[in-house]
């Protein structure tokens, strides 16, 4: 019943490699999101897709792909993995740009490099 | 640019007692404002969400309010107990990106 999964819920890799985190919603959620949530505990917005089409890219490196195969499903990919990257990254989920009923998150993935 | 503050960074109180965290934030101009409990190593629950339109907002013993010509929202918990121990951020909604600006969060402890 879970409303929004995210998986893995826990990654450790080496520096160089590449990974995916998958992020699914079964809310009907015509936006997803990915947010990323540094050492500090600050939450910052790297990306946002409406019914799979890209609408927010924040100044995210170009190492860092999201894929939304379809508006359920929103995943992240990351290149060439680097120290920095540590963080636990959060998928977020809102009905449509009205948002009436605000944002779901999931329960995070923490990835740590080595 | 929207900016968005909490304040304390830090709490701690004794059981029972009732308790005000504050949020400010820079722009006026917001679509929402939502509340949100993050407990140690978990995700974000929502609390509460404010619309642009609403000046408060009402759970259980929680009360969100909203003043948005002065940049202000305060999350009041009445009765704290020691399970209210948590991490309560704040998040603006400022535009039609859904975009949501965090506060750094106020780091709450209940004491028995």
């Known amino acids: 019943d879970t409303a929004v999964s995210q998986t893995p819920k826990y990654l450790v890799t080496q520096m160089g490699n590449d990974k995916s985190i998958k992020c699914e919603q079964n809310?009907?959620?015509?936006?997803m999101y990915w947010y990323k949530q540094d050492s500090k505990k600050f939450l910052k917005i790297m990306f946002s897709?409406?019914?799979?089409?890209?609408?927010i890219n924040e100044t995210v490196p170009n190492r860092f792909s999201p894929k939304s195969p379809d508006k359920a499903h929103l995943n992240l990919h990351i290149n060439s993995l680097e120290l920095g990257d540590s963080a636990v990254y959060f998928c977020?989920?809102?009905?449509?740009?009205?948002?009436?009923?605000?944002?779901?998150f999931g329960s995070g993935t923490r990835l740590t490099v080595v | 640019k929207q900016e968005v503050t909490q304040i304390p960074a830090a709490l701690s109180v004794p059981e029972g007692e009732n308790l005000v965290l504050n949020c400010s934030f820079t722009d006026s101009a917001i679509y929402n404002l939502q509340w949100f409990r993050q407990d140690p190593g978990k995700g974000l629950t929502s609390l509460l969400l404010?619309?642009?339109?609403?000046r408060e907002q009402t759970s259980g013993r929680l009360n969100a309010s909203l003043d948005k010509s002065s940049g202000r929202s305060t999350l009041y918990i009445a009765a704290s107990q020691p399970g209210d121990s948590a991490t309560y951020l704040c998040?603006?909604?400022?535009?039609?990106?859904?975009?949501?600006?965090f506060g750094q969060g106020t780091t709450l402890q209940v004491k028995p």
């Open positions: 977020a989920s809102s009905q449509d740009q009205a948002r009436p009923f605000g944002y779901t």
């Open positions: 809310l009907g959620h015509d936006t």
């Open positions: 897709y409406n019914n799979k089409e890209l609408i």
């Open positions: 404010i619309q642009s339109s609403q």
């Open positions: 998040a603006v909604d400022s535009g039609n990106t859904g975009k949501l600006i």
